[in-house]
């Protein structure tokens, strides 16, 4: 059974990293399972298999079909760095993927392209956003993607991977890799709208009854809307 994972904010207190070289494998979250857990969806025209290979069963070819792979758990860094070395990530982007204090960036390198954004959730039990960062890495017939902890937007693709009328099937990986961050763009739309019903509730509680504990909400939701 995994860990439970733990919410992170932004001003949450980072790993040091000082006096270690370039590319060194540390991870920099608080979120850690107790194993990685890797999905792959192996999919073409015809068909779609799941399976959960371990970071030494997967290789670069993907033959006749297009492959995603999705690990969990990027605490566990010999397992992000075996994914990584098989398919020739460079060191420095490993290091991208282990720092989830790294800032949204894309490099497009001759064999791969590689991206890494933050996920973004809205906690209705605390009421504040929640961040988690994700990593994507596209090859030629390949999307791989890097998450801190199980749980994220992309549960639509899953169903559509495994549905018998599939579009993201008829597609190449790019496309894949596409509607996975089109996805996580949406929503950020999603959490606007419940971060503009939070401030519409501090607005009336103003009106009605200012008091100075309305100080801390306000304080809490211009570091939402920060992040």
Request: aromatic share 10%.
């Amino acid at each position: 059974m995994k860990n439970a994972p733990s919410s992170r904010r932004i001003n949450d207190r980072r790993v040091s990293k000082k006096g270690l070289p370039p590319g060194a494998h540390v991870y920099t979250g608080s979120t850690f399972l107790a194993d990685p857990d890797i999905e792959m969806y192996s999919y073409n025209r015809e068909g779609c298999t799941v399976s959960h290979p371990t970071p030494d069963e997967i290789t670069p070819e993907a033959g006749d079909r297009i492959q995603w792979i999705n690990l969990n758990g990027i605490n566990h860094t010999e397992a992000v760095k075996s994914l990584c070395e098989t398919f020739h990530v460079h060191y420095l982007y490993q290091e991208d993927i282990l720092n989830v204090f790294q800032r949204p960036k894309v490099e497009i390198e001759d064999s791969y392209i590689f991206l890494t954004f933050k996920s973004l959730e809205w906690d209705e039990a605390l009421h504040h956003v929640t961040e988690e960062q994700i990593s994507l890495l596209l090859t030629t017939k390949v999307t791989l993607s890097f998450q801190e902890k199980p749980g994220d937007h992309f549960g639509y693709l899953r169903d559509k991977l495994t549905s018998d009328i599939s579009v993201i099937r008829q597609r190449q990986a790019d496309y894949l890799f596409y509607r996975l961050l089109d996805i996580t763009v949406d929503s950020y739309f999603d959490l606007l709208e419940k971060i503009g019903n939070t401030l519409e509730t501090l607005e009336n509680k103003i009106l009605v009854k200012p008091e100075n504990s309305l100080l801390t909400e306000i304080q809490a939701t211009k570091k939402d809307l920060m992040i």
